[in-house]
């Protein structure tokens, strides 16, 4: 059973860091394509960032095969990104998500 599991989410001041991780398990993450979607209350999910895709902004995704497959490094923090932060994992064709940690930017 392929599961994802995030952690580190938390309250966190305007300007601050915090790094969420995601543990996934069950699964091969070769050839996968992994990333972070988040969704604020009363909009639908969107995509944060992905695995090797763009680090000039805010956030950056980063993978330690050893401990925590896949991190998010958040800087800069902003109200506006409070959220629920989901992990992604697209492999085979399918789309595996985790249940989400809670992200409050707030002073």
């Known amino acids: 059973q392929v599961q994802l599991v995030e952690s580190g989410g938390g309250l966190a001041q305007p300007g601050g860091s915090l790094t969420l991780s995601c543990t996934i398990s069950?699964?091969?993450?070769?050839?996968?394509?992994m990333g972070w979607y988040r969704q604020a209350p009363g909009k639908g999910r969107e995509l944060v960032a992905r695995?090797?895709?763009?680090?000039s902004g805010r956030f950056t995704v980063s993978r330690d095969i050893v401990s925590n497959p896949l991190s998010l490094r958040m800087n800069s923090l902003k109200p506006e990104d409070t959220a629920v932060y989901y992990c992604n994992l697209n492999k085979g064709g399918r789309s595996y998500w985790g249940q989400g940690t809670q992200v409050t930017v707030s002073s």
């Open positions: 695995f090797l895709g763009d680090v």
């Open positions: 069950g699964i091969s993450l070769s050839s996968g394509d």
